[in-house]
């Protein structure tokens, strides 16, 4: 890990603009998994949180550096006083990062990867074209500097909208998947002997499994959803994966996008027992009323 640790360090301090680029689709892959892999949700909370994902700021400041990049060459300026000036803005803009305020981490799941790889693949394929259209204008050092500058600034400009389209473009095998692993899951649970318990609400989920599952450890045998799942393909890929017999209680933290999510859910686990914590006004941008 600290051998990674001292890669990352070093791509961030001699390439700058990809570094922030991948962090920014990092950003947006964690947007689209809490939009349950929806493009046009994940694109909706896109607009109303541009600034978020794609600060103004941000994009102005390396344009700016593209228009002095290209005025030193002009101006006859070895290729090396540009490549600082990149340098110089991509320190900028990585400092001011502002990380999503986020309650949980990015899920890596085999959906998240399949998704996340796609998007990196076309920014690549962006960047990568802006560099080759540079190679017919400038030299070869040229080429790399301005044509980097470029590629990645509309990159980084376009990376919520590179990760809309991989989501797009894999969703009718995702959907296939999906409906073969939820299956999957309401076989196993048709024949798991333990008692199922579940828990939802507009808040204290989590607080409240973990004090549940504590508590029944005192007594019995006793398997929990892990954190941050609580949808239907996490609960789905938990079961699957890691669901024994040996466990006599599962308690299983539900949460719901919008209205019909628990009927879902409930659809593959069988609850015998339910903890509703609390109904409140957490969640009205999807339900609409209390």
Request: net charge positive; aromatic share 8%.
């Amino acid at each position: 890990m600290s051998r990674l640790l001292r890669l990352a360090r070093a791509a961030a301090a001699a390439l700058p603009y990809p570094v922030a680029v991948a962090l920014r689709q990092l950003d947006c892959l964690y947007i689209l998994q809490l939009e349950r892999y929806s493009p046009a949700r994940y694109l909706g909370w896109a607009r109303r949180h541009r600034g978020h994902l794609v600060p103004s700021a941000e994009v102005g400041v390396q344009l700016l550096a593209l228009a002095l990049g290209a005025g030193l060459r002009g101006l006859g300026a070895p290729w090396p006083a540009a490549y600082a000036v990149w340098l110089a803005a991509g320190h900028w803009a990585l400092r001011r990062r502002r990380p999503l305020q986020v309650s949980q981490r990015l899920q890596w799941t085999a959906r998240a990867v399949r998704v996340g790889a796609l998007s990196f693949l076309c920014t690549g394929l962006l960047a990568a074209g802006a560099i080759g259209a540079a190679g017919a204008l400038v030299g070869a050092a040229w080429q790399l500097v301005l044509g980097g500058m470029a590629g990645f600034t509309l990159a980084g400009a376009l990376a919520p909208v590179a990760v809309a389209l991989a989501a797009r473009l894999l969703a009718p095998a995702e959907q296939r998947v999906a409906r073969r692993f939820v299956s999957q899951a309401a076989e196993r649970m048709r024949r798991y002997p333990g008692t199922v318990i579940g828990v939802t609400g507009s808040y204290g989920k989590t607080g409240t499994k973990l004090v549940l599952a504590d508590l029944l450890a005192a007594k019995y045998r006793v398997f929990k959803t892990p954190a941050g799942v609580n949808t239907t393909m996490g609960i789905t890929r938990v079961i699957r994966e890691d669901l024994r017999d040996e466990a006599e209680y599962f308690v299983v933290e539900v949460s719901a996008y919008g209205p019909g999510e628990i009927r879902e859910v409930c659809e593959v686990v069988r609850p015998r027992l339910a903890i509703l914590t609390a109904v409140g006004v957490q969640h009205l941008e999807r339900f609409g009323t209390p």
